[in-house]
């Protein structure tokens, strides 16, 4: 079998024409003048056509890495969408993947070899040349991760997707790489990945200069699993080939970016991107009313129609995401397989739903959106039954209750999670309605919260989700469940056992009954709880025309369209 992905419409990303993004009609209720003013901290420049050219985004929290090598999380990665590309990219407005610095591929009929016909002419920012030398540097250099690199605190995407390092090949996917020439490289799977071509278009798995990360000491990483501490190339110095090049960043206050002259794709409007970092939803609402900023992400729920109302445009997303409340099975009661379930029983999903996350939100009963192969109808659901929970709490010998610690995030925003306070609030009180004493544990969301929950013992039950990354099933229940790993503490042979089967099945025909009697498998065994798959909001000043709204936030700005 051989599949070919070829470009169409002419190149993307430079090439991407961006897609219209339907969003409700806006006034400008902003004085333009006073409004480019606050945006661009007086900095501002005005394109040919009399644009504002400085787009001023505001960010929930700062990026964990520069390095999308070493980053898992979503404001690391809107920042990594603008500094670097991969060899694969995503169809606009959706979540498959497409062409990029690969023009095209083919893959050999085993599926363990992928040659790609990569992009001529592209340079990185520091204009070296992007070639399938620097192809296979990269590709070595995460097989060749050591010591804290490999920690899921750091190299999360690398470990879960790829399983295995150059000391550990028996578990290992990746194989080798070989550069044909400087436009043609082959790259070689140890064992079958039916999703590897999709997996590429992740931001980890970008193209970044081989220079910039020898002269930084991209590999320096230091500290402990639990806390990493990372290069210096991850905390100041990225080069990739993307439209925006990497000026500076303030920690806490503001990471700025600027439009690349030797970028080989479509120029678009924007010189300067400002991301500021303000952590609290009703100050990044505040902030664009006041003309302070373009626009933000993750609008709360109770804010969008007022920003409507008030002129601001709303684009929302296709709801591609999981919220869950994550068990630690090293923590004895959570090991109890019906004190889960009691868990299960104790959460009324509508009403959290209702209280605290965005319209259009659905309920979940499994770990995949409806629209992702092997979602299951008839998996086992836990319909809100406190009475049921208390009953099994008792079975399990807590009839007199029991204590659990609660971890959740503080200053941070996520796509699966706007407000993350108010859903503590929310579940902490059905949860104690049957009997359950909580114990708030609130961290910082980065570095505290990642590391705490992701690598680390240090947790019991946890607010956590997930944005897929791309259309395959193994993203959600694969990533999550795949391997044994410090987020759930179990080891469940028989679960990875039937992921690294599936994942492996290179037929989507073959692979839906796989997937499908996973996600059944996985409902009975309840390592965590689905509650819900949000539909996250976008509001933006109404200068903005047109947004690249995506279901995977594959949204380079320079495809952003703007009126003033």
């Known amino acids: 079998m051989s599949f070919t992905g070829t470009t169409s419409g002419?190149?993307?990303?430079?090439?991407?024409?961006?897609?219209?993004?339907?969003?409700?009609?806006?006034g400008a209720l902003i004085l333009s003048g006073c409004a480019q003013s606050e945006r661009g901290g007086g900095t501002d420049a005005e394109s040919e056509g009399g644009?504002?050219?400085?787009?001023?985004?505001?960010?929930?929290?700062?990026?964990?890495?520069?390095?999308?090598?070493?980053?898992?999380?979503?404001?690391?990665?809107?920042?990594?969408?603008?500094?670097?590309?991969?060899?694969?990219?995503?169809?606009?407005?959706?979540?498959?993947?497409?062409?990029?610095?690969?023009?095209?591929?083919?893959?050999?009929?085993?599926?363990?070899?992928?040659?790609?016909?990569?992009?001529?002419?592209?340079?990185?920012?520091?204009?070296?040349?992007?070639?399938?030398?620097?192809?296979?540097?990269?590709?070595?250099?995460?097989?060749?991760?050591?010591?804290?690199q490999q920690s899921q605190a750091v190299s999360y995407y690398y470990g879960s997707l790829f399983k295995g390092y150059s000391d550990s090949p028996e578990t290992a996917v990746y194989d080798s790489c070989e550069a044909a020439s400087d436009t043609e490289v082959t790259v070689k799977l140890a064992k079958p990945f039916a999703g590897f071509i999709a997996a590429l278009s992740l931001p980890a798995f970008a193209m970044q200069s081989p220079k910039?990360?020898?002269?930084?000491?991209?590999?320096?990483?230091?500290?402990?699993?639990?806390?990493?501490?990372?290069?210096?190339?991850?905390?100041?110095?990225?080069?990739?080939?993307?439209?925006?090049?990497?000026?500076?960043?303030?920690?806490?206050?503001?990471?700025?970016?600027?439009?690349?002259?030797?970028?080989?794709?479509?120029?678009?409007?924007?010189?300067?991107?400002?991301?500021?970092?303000?952590?609290?939803?009703?100050?990044?609402?505040?902030?664009?009313?006041?003309?302070?900023?373009?626009?933000y992400d993750l609008v709360a729920p109770a804010d969008t129609q007022a920003l409507a109302d008030a002129g601001f445009k709303i684009v929302p997303r296709d709801p591609f995401t999981i919220l869950y409340l994550g068990?630690?099975?090293?923590?004895?009661?959570?090991?109890?397989?019906?004190?889960?379930?009691?868990?299960?029983?104790?959460?009324?999903?509508?009403?959290?739903?209702?209280?605290?996350?965005?319209?259009?939100?659905?309920?979940?009963?499994?770990?995949?959106?409806?629209?992702?192969?092997?979602?299951?109808?008839?998996?086992?659901?836990?319909?809100?039954d406190p009475a049921?929970?208390?009953?099994?709490?008792?079975?399990?010998?807590?009839?007199?209750?029991?204590?659990?610690?609660?971890n959740y995030p503080t200053g941070v925003s996520r796509p699966y999670m706007p407000t993350p306070e108010q859903v503590f609030t929310n579940l902490s009180a059905q949860l104690e309605e049957v009997g359950i004493t909580i114990k708030a544990q609130p961290d910082k969301w980065a570095p505290d919260y990642l590391d705490r929950v992701q690598a680390s013992e240090d947790h019991g039950i946890h607010l956590l989700g997930w944005t897929g990354d791309y259309n395959d099933t193994d993203n959600f229940v694969g990533v999550f469940f795949g391997q044994e790993k410090p987020?759930?503490?179990?080891?469940?042979?028989?679960?990875?056992?039937?992921?690294?089967?599936?994942?492996?099945?290179?037929k989507v025909e073959e692979q839906t009954p796989l997937y499908e009697e996973i996600n059944a498998d996985i409902a009975d065994y309840v390592p965590a709880i689905p509650l819900a798959h949000p539909a996250p909001s976008l509001a933006f000043a109404p200068r903005v025309e047109s947004y690249p709204a995506s279901p995977v936030n594959d949204e380079v700005f320079n495809t952003i369209k703007l009126t003033e």
């Not at 090439?15 to 409700?24: D, E, H, K, N, V």
């Not at 500076?248 to 794709?265: K, T």
Request: charged content about 25%.
């Open 388 to 406: 049921k929970a208390k009953e099994l709490l008792a079975e399990a010998g807590y009839a007199d209750g029991l204590e659990l610690q609660f």
């Open 327 to 384: 068990l630690n099975q090293k923590v004895k009661p959570l090991s109890d397989l019906k004190v889960r379930q009691a868990l299960s029983y104790a959460i009324d999903k509508d009403a959290l739903v209702k209280q605290t996350l965005p319209e259009g939100t659905k309920v979940a009963s499994q770990f995949v959106p409806d629209m992702v192969n092997g979602y299951n109808d008839d998996v086992t659901t836990y319909a809100y």
């Open 51 to 148: 644009v504002n050219s400085t787009f001023v985004f505001a960010a929930s929290s700062d990026p964990k890495s520069l390095d999308p090598a070493y980053a898992s999380d979503g404001e690391s990665f809107r920042v990594s969408r603008q500094i670097f590309e991969g060899l694969v990219g995503v169809e606009p407005g959706t979540a498959d993947p497409a062409p990029l610095l690969a023009e095209s591929w083919e893959a050999s009929d085993d599926g363990l070899s992928y040659t790609f016909k990569l992009k001529e002419g592209v340079k990185f920012h520091d204009d070296t040349d992007f070639n399938a030398e620097a192809v296979c540097f990269n590709f070595d250099r995460w097989y060749n991760f050591t010591g804290v």
């Open 10 to 26: 002419g190149p993307r990303r430079g090439r991407r024409t961006a897609a219209a993004i339907a969003g409700l009609a806006a």
């Open 212 to 295: 910039a990360m020898e002269e930084f000491k991209a590999d320096e990483v230091g500290g402990s699993a639990e806390a990493p501490v990372l290069s210096e190339y991850a905390e100041g110095h990225p080069v990739g080939t993307g439209p925006f090049k990497f000026d500076s960043w303030e920690a806490g206050q503001s990471l700025e970016l600027s439009y690349f002259d030797g970028y080989w794709g479509d120029r678009g409007q924007i010189d300067k991107i400002i991301f500021r970092i303000i952590d609290d939803p009703n100050a990044r609402r505040q902030a664009l009313e006041a003309g302070q900023i373009d626009g």
């Open 487 to 506: 987020e759930f503490g179990f080891d469940n042979k028989e679960l990875f056992d039937k992921l690294a089967e599936a994942r492996g099945t290179s």
